[in-house]
């Protein structure tokens, strides 16, 4: 993976609540032709607030609220899950939401010291668009069961949905979880073994899910995030994850935004 561990808006310092107002463009032009950007300077609520209305509006997330704490919590140091120190492969948020959140933020405010805790992200739109083009059909036309629920327990009802769907507008989303498709499940327990026909997908979707994270694992940009900066990419396009990490401290705070209307 390629490591980055900067801005790459030109954002920086102080001042970006003032600095967005002035140039609301800049950051959405970037996650247009990246896939992501990071923000920093990002020093309190006004500032994340800012951050969020040049892409949007927050959108309520599996537990209802608009902020989502990412910290490890006893309880869930066996599952691949946002509140454990463990390994999470590649994903998009959302997937039973309808449509899942344009965008994610992750504004971090303690990051882990030593290594790990990157968050990793990768065009798998553009990737999995460009295989075989009978694969590409599949991938278009074949509905898969995306819960709307996580291991919080709550969330909405899921939704029916290809990996590559067609919005009205013509364009086209992408939904894709490595855990559902090998494991049936989004925060599996670390030591899962699922049989075949218990998966979304059978064999062809964990091939699928195998494929995509060899690519990922290749490919991804590995982003560090500073502290006080906000990471924003595009979730109907990239994939993201995150590599394990040890520092119990790190911290972020996750958002949802929808670029739709209210
Ligand atoms: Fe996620």
Known sequence: MREQSGMTTGMTHTGITERLRND???????VRKTGFTVI?????QEDLDSVIAAFGHAIPQYDGSLAYEVRAEPGFEGRAYSKSQN?????????GWQPPPSYLALWCHTQARGAGGETCLADVKRYVT???????????????????????GTGSAGTLAPILARTESGGEILRFSYNLLTSGDYDPPLDGEVPEERLPWGRFGRDLAHRVHEYFRQSAE???IPENAVLVWDNQRMAHAR????DGRRH????WISAGER
């Not at 920093?40 to 309190?44: F, I, N, Q, S």
């Not at 390994?87 to 997937?95: D, K, M, S």
């Not at 590599?243 to 040890?246: E, F, L, Q, R, V």
């Open 40 to 44: 920093e300077g990002v020093e309190d």
């Open 87 to 95: 390994e999470i492969r590649a994903h998009t948020e959302a997937p």
């Open 243 to 246: 590599t394990p990490y040890a």
């Open 130 to 152: 460009n295989l075989d083009p009978s694969l590409v059909e599949r991938l278009r036309s074949r509905d898969i069961q995306w819960s709307g629920t996580n291991t919080s």
């Open 252 to 255: 972020l705070t996750r958002y």
């Open 24 to 30: 609301r463009g800049a950051a959405v032009d970037e």
């Open 222 to 224: 590995k982003i560090r």
